[in-house]
């Protein structure tokens, strides 16, 4: 994408996000999004789950360089990842987001946060030994510049852990394909294409990958059917642990889920 373009990119996402304007179609989205399968998440355990793979993933902090990529005012993990580290940076396009979290970090010693766009010029840190990207990496539409500053910024034994949505599961992909259209955000939402994750597995070595909401998005399906609340719970947890357990090693079994979590490194020379 040329500078230009993203600079106009950038501005109405910053808009989007510290005004939450949405047209309609985008809050029905959100709705479903962000309300049926967030309930779906908590209550089986998907939440859980993924606050502790990333925890796991991100090892011994203490001597950590720490970058959280695009993280508006923090998310689940950016205070235990600014307590814990050396050196934690923070960057995010909103000064709002940002301004609120510069507030809460004004106590943790080697902990900032600066409005950033992680692509730009002047953006001149490298080096971190994590790079963490939480729902981030499908806001960059061209992967491949992407992956070049995601390299450049990597120190030579650092990690990516990121987590985003997959559109790859045909049901999703038709429902999306209706959407798209009429969406608020659809100039930075690009939900991983198996291309997508393919370029990244080329990059990068994949040391672990975790996917979820694959048989387990079934469970939205089954709110509407004439079923106890504990059977319909537990068949849930039972989808999403073959959900967990088979997208460790099965790209099918993978591609049929809706979010997928990685942890990454560079290759070896």
Same mark, same amino acid.
């Given at each position: 994408m040329k500078s230009e373009e993203r600079k106009l990119v950038n501005a109405r996402q910053k808009e989007f996000y510290d005004t939450k304007q949405k047209n309609a179609v985008t809050r029905l989205w959100s709705y479903f999004r962000n309300g049926a399968l967030n309930r779906i998440k908590k209550d089986i355990g998907v939440e859980r789950d993924i606050y502790e793979l990333h925890k796991n993933w991100f090892g011994d902090l203490s001597q950590k360089k720490v970058l959280d990529l695009g993280c508006y005012a923090g998310n689940s993990l950016s205070f235990y990842l600014a307590q814990n580290s050396k050196e934690y940076l923070a960057i995010d396009l909103s000064p709002k987001g940002i301004n609120n979290l510069s507030r809460r970090l004004e106590k943790i010693p080697g902990a900032r946060a600066e409005v950033m766009d992680f692509?730009?010029?002047?953006?001149?840190e490298e080096t971190f030994d994590l790079i963490?990207?939480?729902?981030?990496?499908?806001?960059?539409?061209?992967?491949?510049e992407l992956i070049a500053k995601l390299?450049?910024?990597? &120190?030579?034994?650092?990690i990516?852990? @990121?987590?985003?949505?997959? *559109?790859?599961?045909?049901?999703? #992909?038709?429902?999306? &394909?209706?959407?798209?259209?009429?969406? @608020?955000?659809?100039?930075? *939402?690009?939900?991983?294409?198996? #291309?997508?994750?393919?370029?990244?597995?080329?990059?990068?070595?994949?040391?672990?990958?975790?996917?979820?909401?694959?048989k387990a998005k079934w469970s939205a399906v089954m709110n509407f059917l004439p079923i106890p609340e504990g059977k319909r719970v537990n068949k849930a947890k039972a989808w999403h642990r073959e959900d967990w357990k088979n997208s460790l090693k099965s790209d099918k079994e993978m591609f049929d889920c809706m979010h997928l979590s990685l942890l990454m490194m560079k290759k070896s020379q």
């Open positions: 692509l730009s010029e002047e953006f001149r963490y990207a939480y729902g981030v990496l499908h806001h960059f539409k061209d992967v491949d390299q450049e910024k990597l &120190s030579k034994e650092g990516i852990v @990121s987590h985003d949505p997959l *559109e790859t599961s045909l049901p999703i #992909k038709f429902i999306r &394909s209706i959407y798209r259209p009429f969406q @608020s955000d659809k100039a930075w *939402e690009w939900p991983f294409s198996k #291309k997508t994750y393919y370029k990244f597995e080329k990059a990068f070595e994949i040391k672990e990958r975790r996917a979820v909401l694959g």
